[in-house]
């Protein structure tokens, strides 16, 4: 399903920062979407330095470790994703996280970007369409 | 049963299964059942409840499973049941949420439980009972009279039956 890995070029290394690569927080409560997007976070030059299976523990590793970015799912036990990115924006506004889910209506979409989430991919998600998103993320200051 | 919503779950779940398999998806001929019955060994079902309420389930042989996980993994270990159950949970999250996405954004609201998977079998859904396991709430049932549209979605690494059972405002 990593569709694109093997073809990408050193230009599309978006989580290849200036200095070493990006340190990326999953938050997913399946554990085959952690492996997955871990998997797509390392073709694309990135360390995962965490990960989160619920909005309240992705609050809790987001002080802890300040990533770069937060790669949040929505639908999760205790505090879903919409909620964490909610907290951690409210504790740290320039927080880069990008939302991934099955489910994307526009209610939803449009709540998530309202409270500041940079972006919305809906599952299931390829290198490319990470690999483009996160482009464009890390192009804001 | 509703065909427009019935037919919304179909297409997000063939679209979204040809991209998992990364083979051409073909349809069977579908069939009606008086409710989801699952027989292949490994099921994963999901409840609908609100303006659109039911229930959709993946009925799968442990085989085609496998050959999926490795397929969404890239090569995971095939005899970890716990990876094997999970990836199952996520696929039919990912196979039915394109339409519970288009259904909320014509304006039905409803909620969509979290998946839960099971082996061995055969298992019966509906009507508040699964093949005396019992783990739904009467209101989590499809209503009385609620056909189950059965539909085989053919892969180049095995078939997925989909049994869609659902009704809505």
């Known amino acids: 399903m990593l569709t694109g890995i093997d073809a990408q070029d050193g230009a599309r290394m978006p989580l290849a920062g200036p200095d070493g690569p990006r340190r990326v927080l999953v938050v997913d409560d399946s554990k085959f979407a952690r492996g997955h997007v871990a998997r797509i976070v390392a073709a694309l030059g990135g360390e995962i330095v965490g990960e989160a299976t619920t909005g309240a523990e992705a609050v809790a590793r987001y002080a802890a470790l300040r990533p770069d970015l937060v790669l949040m799912d929505i639908t999760m036990p205790e505090l879903d994703g919409v909620g964490a990115v909610e907290v951690i924006r409210r504790d740290d506004p320039a927080a880069r996280i990008v939302m991934i889910s099955s489910v994307s209506h526009q209610e939803m979409v449009k709540r998530a970007v309202e409270l500041g989430a940079a972006h919305f991919l809906p599952k299931p998600v390829t290198v490319d369409l990470i690999a483009e998103v996160l482009a464009d993320v890390f192009r804001q200051p | ?169």
Request: proline share 6%; aromatic share 4%; no cysteine.
């Open chain 2, 1 to 169: 049963m509703r065909f427009a919503y019935v037919n919304a779950f179909v297409e997000s779940a063939a679209t979204v299964l040809a991209g998992v398999a990364g083979t051409p998806v073909t349809r069977g001929r579908p069939a009606l059942a008086v409710q989801p019955r699952a027989d292949r060994g490994l099921a994963a079902l999901i409840n609908l409840d609100g303006g659109v309420a039911g229930q959709v389930v993946l009925d799968v042989d442990p085989d085609t499973a496998r050959r999926l996980v490795d397929r969404m993994t890239g090569g995971a270990d095939p005899e970890d049941d716990e990876l094997l159950h999970d990836t199952m949970a996520e696929l039919a999250n990912m196979m039915i949420g394109r339409a519970v996405s288009a259904l909320h954004d014509d304006g039905h609201r409803f909620t969509v439980s979290p998946p839960m998977v099971f082996s061995g079998g055969p298992v019966a859904f509906g009507r508040g009972a699964a093949s005396g396991r019992a783990p739904f709430t009467a209101g989590s049932s499809p209503a009385e009279g609620v056909e189950t549209l059965v539909l085989t979605l053919r892969t180049g690494v095995g078939d997925v039956v989909l049994h869609v059972s659902v009704s809505g405002d």
